[in-house]
């Protein structure tokens, strides 16, 4: 808490565009299926004041917005480096979203080329984090590559519109969305959750979209005490699991996959429900191998320079 403090206090105008502008690459991480916004939050340095942010947020914190002067309760809630960061990630995950769906739709190969890419770079920039190599530490990275494969093989369940459905959807998805590696997006997807949400968006559906948020809020304020007390008490096993995670969701996001079962909607209209990874040079159709390779290189080094900026002074 000292620490978030202190950063508060030293940072201007100029640092906070820069969180708003992490918050932008957090958003349209999150909203692309296959891709964490906490990988994102994680290279570019704000991860674990953004943990440590969210579970500070407690009764005792409200109970000085009452009793002290709301200057006080702002700055314990490190209200600055919260709005700066959500700015960024909600105009960025509304806008975009529309966006990736379009370019999953219609450029498959292309985004996903270029989130592969990225998703190398964060592997090699979180796992470089590791201070030591034992055997748990290693055990811990094993298992995250394992889980995070695991789900990214398991099949969507049907589009459920149910409220209190949507509500533990958002729940469930922000534990995911806040970790390196798990897309909380493809998350939306495996729980049938996804379509709802984005269609809720695109109809600007106030009452749903609220319920998601409520359920995502509970989960965030629960599941950040999990992560910070990991971080706190096995920082190293930590890191490896999350690089783990990172490093099991490259096969979602390979940019050459075979379709092997759809789901049809109400409208009639058919999306991949299962798909296998396969050679581009097996690919049905234009691999686009070059601007694939290319789009691949500009996600790599998308990274370094979101680690860069996540070194400057916050």
Excluded at 13 to 42: C, N, Q
Excluded at 133 to 153: C, D, E, H, R
Aim: charged share 10%; glycine share 8%.
């Amino acid at each position: 808490m000292i620490f978030v403090k202190k950063l508060a206090m030293q940072r201007g105008l100029k640092e906070y565009l820069i969180i708003s502008f992490k918050g932008l690459a957090m958003g349209a991480a999150d909203a692309v299926p296959g891709v964490s916004g906490g990988t994102i939050a994680f290279i570019s340095g704000i991860y674990e004041e953004l943990i440590s942010t969210i579970s500070n947020i407690n009764i005792d914190l409200f109970k000085t917005l009452f009793s002290k002067p709301f200057k006080t309760f702002w700055n314990q809630l490190n209200g600055n480096f919260l709005l700066a960061l959500l700015t960024g990630i909600v105009i960025s995950f509304v806008s975009f979203m529309r966006l990736a769906k379009f370019l999953l739709e219609h450029h498959p190969v292309l985004i996903w080329s270029f989130f592969f890419g990225l998703i190398i770079a964060s592997i090699l920039v979180v796992g470089k984090q590791i201070t030591k190599w034992n055997l748990p530490v290693l055990m811990a990275l094993i298992i995250g590559a394992i889980v995070a494969f695991y789900i990214s093989q398991l099949p969507s369940l049907g589009a459920n519109e149910n409220s209190w459905f949507l509500f533990l959807a958002g729940a469930i998805a922000i534990c995911a969305m806040i970790l390196p590696g798990i897309s909380g997006s493809f998350i939306l997807i495996i729980l049938g959750a996804y379509k709802t949400l984005s269609d809720a968006i695109h109809d600007i559906d106030i009452q749903r979209i609220l319920i998601f948020v409520s359920g995502a809020l509970v989960g965030l304020l629960s599941f950040s005490h999990v992560l910070k007390w990991l971080f706190k008490h096995y920082h190293n096993i930590t890191l490896a699991l999350l690089t783990g995670f990172i490093f099991g969701s490259l096969n979602k996001v390979w940019p050459w996959k075979n379709t092997l079962t759809w789901h049809t909607n109400s409208k009639g209209i058919k999306s991949p429900l299962l798909q296998e990874s396969i050679s581009p040079f097996s690919f049905q159709g234009d691999n686009h191998l070059v601007y694939a390779i290319i789009l691949m290189i500009l996600g790599f080094f998308t990274i370094f320079i979101l680690e860069r900026l996540g070194h400057k002074k916050q």
